[in-house]
């Protein structure tokens, strides 16, 4: 059903009960709708559907398509120096790319999605194996894997967010633009944390000496292991929007 918009400003008494006003034909003036909230509402794509009965809602769809692409490349080499000596030395590269759809068109950077991910992964290791007598053998192994993701924002390299185009007053010095959640519609806006920049990677290395005694064989080694977590996920505190995300409620519903 269609919800009355009522004055907050106008309440009359006269009957002993707080009475609301109700705005004229449902619609709220233009002086009083907020500024924030009539820019951000723009964004909304035009409906390409006649919606429900009456009230006109979900009269919106897009059906699109990730588009995901994987490419790995892998070569090994081994080569004997001797019968006593051989390395052996591998590297792979996996390469991925998912590109999400942006639901409400191409250049609309206010869509709650639509971001890129990329990600790269190099995997090289190496093995060295010395005889050092019949019954003792010495190998040397190490291995590295090394993972660089980067999660992008819809509107790369950075959006045409500036104060101006919400209607704010004062500075926005910030790649990303607010989000609006208003209840019960589409959030308006990119995810504050969608930017996300990774970097991890794990060194492992380890030794063993072999050594055969008759019907014993006996075996010593080490192993180190290294592990580290480069991860940057950049975002905006916007508590700011809630007060225009509450607007953008009421102005939808007239």
Same mark, same amino acid.
């Given at each position: 059903?269609l919800?009355q918009? %009522? @004055?907050?400003?106008n ?5 002993g &009960?707080? *009475? ?7 619609l709220?003036?233009?002086?009083r709708?907020?500024?924030? &909230? ?5 964004f ?5 559907l006649?919606? *429900?009965p009456f009230?006109?809602?979900s009269?919106? %769809? ?6 995901a692409?994987?490419?790995?490349e892998t070569m090994?080499v081994?080569h004997n %120096?001797s019968?006593k000596q051989r390395?052996s030395?591998?590297y792979?590269?996996v ?5 999400a759809p942006?639901?409400w ?10 971001n890129?991910t990329?990600?790269?992964t190099?995997n090289?290791? %190496?093995?060295?194996?010395r005889? *050092?007598?019949?019954?003792?053998v $010495?190998?040397?192994?190490w291995?590295? &894997?090394r993972?660089f993701g980067?999660s992008s924002l819809?509107?790369?390299p ?7 185009t ?6 926005w010095?910030?790649p990303?633009?607010p989000?609006f &959640?208003?209840e019960g519609?589409?959030t308006?806006g990119?995810?504050?944390f ?7 990677d794990?060194?492992h290395l380890?030794g063993?000496l072999?050594k055969?005694?008759?019907r014993?064989?006996?075996k010593f080694?080490?192993?180190?292991r $290294?592990?580290?977590l480069?991860?940057a996920?950049p975002?905006?505190n916007?508590? *700011?929007?809630?007060?225009a995300?509450? @607007?953008?409620?009421?102005l939808?519903?007239?």
């Open positions: 059903r919800l918009i %009522f @004055d907050p400003y309440v009359s008494t006269a009957s &009960a707080p *009475l609301r006003a109700a705005f004229p034909n449902n709220i003036p233009v002086s709708q907020n500024p924030v &909230a009539v820019a951000a509402i723009k909304y794509p035009d409906p390409n006649p919606g *429900l009230t006109h809602t009269n919106y %769809f897009f059906s699109g398509a990730n588009l692409n994987g490419f790995q090994k081994d %120096f019968e390395i030395f591998r792979s590269l390469r991925q790319n998912n590109v942006n639901t068109g191409e250049g609309n950077w206010m869509s709650a999605n639509g890129t990329t990600t790269n190099n090289p290791s %190496f093995d060295y194996t005889t *050092l007598s019949p019954t003792s $010495l190998s040397v192994r291995g590295m &894997a993972q980067y819809p509107c790369e950075k959006c045409n967010s500036t104060p101006s919400l209607n704010f007053q004062g500075p010095d910030s990303i633009p989000q &959640a208003p519609y589409q308006v990119t995810g504050r969608t930017l996300i920049i990774r970097g991890e794990v060194n380890n063993n072999t055969n005694l008759g014993h064989t006996l080694g080490a192993e180190a $290294l592990y580290r480069n991860y996920q975002g905006v916007d508590m *700011l929007a809630r007060a995300a509450a @607007d953008i409620v009421v939808q519903r007239h």
